[in-house]
């Protein structure tokens, strides 16, 4: 049996009409960006997460970047970050002039850990951005403490965790702002690069709307040095036709997640942890396993594809060399870069398919 790591094809053959339909209407109409799509997404999206704005843009990275920016996050200050994430949310601190701090993971959710937060606090810091890593919600309320003592913005990376929740409340409505990815491969995915920022702040999403247009607030009239990095009206509809399909679909994924946790039983396997207080919508399965090259084989010779997330932590990255970080500086995210693997879970998958991951894995 042959399973992907990831696949399309299901959910695609299902919305097949629906993406269709989203096409011809944008492709008729001959305007494509800044028009009605646009305006319709970033309400319904809204809407869905339970916050009053949603700015669109060009992609997750562009998002996370223009919240900063709008915040006024630059030059001299410091932004809290995980030791464990996908390397953009370190460069959209980067990206604005401001210098990314790294906190340690929470071994068990891969989370940052709130515990190792305030020792890296200093008068610098302006800003804390938790990412909800594989859609999993990280420990909100001791972050909103520390965020109110120390007078600190939060900016959400939730470009993973579309529609989780913590203590029974979306993600992404806790902060300052939030940042969401569409990446095709999301939960919610565009067929392209988009993304966005929701807010209950309306100055807020004003500037984010008027940074992410070249700076200007009406044609010509530049008031910020801005960005070019808008969601286009192609992607907007797309995203449209997705978005009422989105808590169905994560419901499939918590099912296909809850097998997993009952028929892996292989002790050379520790399972993902799930706290009380979050709720998944597992954009990925991260297992562990100090095997994990000689597992990542096995299961290859067995058909079935995988990934790691991510192999090389950001503070040894080649990109960050000048901060002069060295192996042992954050023991928790470089023992999950060197043992997680994820496995398949993506809408569509057959019971049969699950079950051969598992015998496969029980196997080892």
């Known amino acids: 049996m042959k399973i992907p790591f990831v696949s399309f094809l299901p959910m695609e053959h299902e919305l097949d009409k629906d993406l269709r339909n989203a ?40 998002a996370l970047m223009l919240a900063l920016k709008a915040l006024d996050v630059g030059r001299g200050d410091e932004v809290i970050v995980p030791a464990n994430t996908f390397i953009a949310t370190a460069l959209a601190v980067t990206y604005v002039g401001a210098k990314p701090v790294f906190v340690d993971a929470d071994i068990e959710t891969f989370n940052i850990d709130p515990s190792k937060m305030i020792e890296k606090i200093s008068q610098k810091t302006k800003a804390i951005m938790p990412v909800h890593l594989y859609g999993q919600a990280c420990d909100m309320e001791p972050i909103m403490d520390i965020a109110k003592k120390y007078n600190l913005y939060v900016v959400e990376d939730c470009a993973q965790a579309h529609g ?4 029974g409340k979306k993600v992404g409505t806790f902060g300052n702002a939030s940042g ?25 999403a004003n500037r984010v709307r008027v940074l992410g247009n070249y700076g200007s607030d009406y044609k010509y009239h530049h008031i910020y040095q801005g960005n070019n990095s808008r969601l286009d009206e192609m992607q907007a509809a797309f995203l449209s036709a997705k978005l009422p399909h989105l808590e169905r679909m994560n419901e499939e994924r918590r099912r296909i997640a809850g097998k997993y946790l009952e028929g892996i039983i292989n002790p050379a396997v520790i399972l993902p942890y799930v706290p009380e207080y979050a709720e998944p919508v597992w954009h990925i399965f991260g297992i562990r396993c100090r095997k994990r090259e000689e597992l ?19 503070h040894l990255q080649e990109c960050y060399k000048d901060f002069g970080f060295k192996r042992g500086d954050y023991p928790a995210a470089e023992e999950i870069s060197e043992t997680e693997l994820s496995i398949p879970l993506y809408y569509g998958m057959t019971d049969d398919e699950i079950e051969y991951v598992v015998d496969r894995i029980n196997s080892f």
Request: glycine share 12%; with cysteine; hydrophobic share 30%.
């Open 23 to 62: 096409f011809e209407r944008v492709y008729k109409r001959s305007w494509y960006i800044n028009g009605i799509e646009d305006t319709a997404f970033e309400k319904a999206f809204a809407d869905y997460c339970g916050t009053d704005y949603c700015v669109g843009t060009g992609n997750g990275l562009d």
């Open 164 to 167: 989780a929740t913590y203590k």
């Open 180 to 204: 969401f990815s569409f990446y095709p491969g999301k939960n919610l995915g565009a067929l392209g690069d988009a993304g966005a920022i929701v807010t209950n702040d309306k100055e807020l």
């Open 296 to 314: 990542e084989k096995y299961l290859d010779d067995a058909g079935i594809g995988t990934n790691k997330h991510y192999p090389i932590p950001i």
